[in-house]
């Protein structure tokens, strides 16, 4: 288990190779084969829903690991996912050393349970460990109750994120 996981209050960790066993405890830790990975998919696709199978946020989760080091903190209950922070350590010129985070997603039947909170508090000391100033996260303009949970958590709105589609290239 991660130090961070462990001082966010995680109780164990799941083997490396599977799912973990049944029990009646949450475990913070995080995604690392591809069984577990897949296991992911359905609290995934609740925030993501572009994502078309397990397969696809695999393909895309692999790639995202080798070439950006995301990593998927996952809080387990028994042998169900039921919360997700999908991260990777940055550095810019703007901040520093950061942590992103670049999905935060509690299964819709575990809200109200502090999964989302239980996860932040995980990655600040994961980016505090790894000598980050800074945890940074973007959301839709539009999604005012992701935006009222931040500030509940200490989160400030500290910039206007602005972005465009360019055209494919064939």
Same mark, same amino acid.
């Given at each position: 288990?991660?130090?961070?996981?462990?001082?966010?209050?995680?109780?164990?960790?799941?083997?490396?190779?599977?799912?973990?066993?049944?029990?009646?405890?949450? /475990?913070?830790?995080?995604?690392?084969?591809?069984?577990?990975?897949?296991?992911?998919?359905?609290?995934?696709?609740?925030?993501? &829903?572009?994502?078309?199978?397990?397969?696809?946020?695999?393909?895309?989760?692999?790639?995202?690991?080798?070439?950006?080091?995301?990593?998927?903190?996952?809080?387990?209950?028994?042998?169900?996912?039921?919360?997700?922070?999908?991260?990777?350590?940055?550095?810019?010129? /703007?901040?520093? &050393?950061?942590?992103?985070?670049?999905?935060? /997603?509690?299964?819709?039947?575990?809200?109200?349970?502090?999964?989302?909170?239980?996860?932040?508090?995980?990655?600040?000391?994961?980016?505090?460990?790894?000598?980050?100033?800074?945890? /940074?996260?973007?959301?839709?303009?539009?999604?005012?109750?992701?935006?009222?949970?931040?500030?509940?958590?200490?989160?400030?709105?500290?910039?206007?994120?602005?972005?465009?589609?360019? &055209?494919?290239?064939?």
């Amino acid at each position: 288990m991660t130090q961070a996981a462990r001082r966010a209050g995680a109780t164990g960790e799941p083997n490396g190779n599977e799912i973990p066993e049944k029990s009646d405890t949450i /475990i913070l830790a995080h995604l690392e084969n591809e069984t577990q990975i897949r296991t992911a998919f359905a609290v995934m696709q609740q925030l993501r &829903p572009h994502l078309t199978s397990a397969d696809d946020m695999l393909e895309r989760v692999r790639r995202m690991q080798q070439t950006a080091g995301y990593r998927m903190l996952a809080m387990w209950n028994n042998t169900d996912v039921i919360a997700i922070a999908g991260y990777r350590l940055q550095e810019n010129l /703007i901040y520093g &050393p950061f942590l992103y985070v670049d999905d935060l /997603i509690t299964l819709d039947t575990a809200r109200g349970q502090r999964c989302g909170a239980k996860l932040l508090k995980a990655l600040q000391t994961i980016g505090m460990d790894a000598g980050c100033a800074r945890l /940074i996260l973007d959301t839709g303009l539009a999604n005012s109750l992701a935006q009222r949970f931040y500030f509940r958590q200490g989160l400030l709105s500290t910039g206007l994120h602005f972005g465009m589609t360019l &055209p494919a290239i064939n």
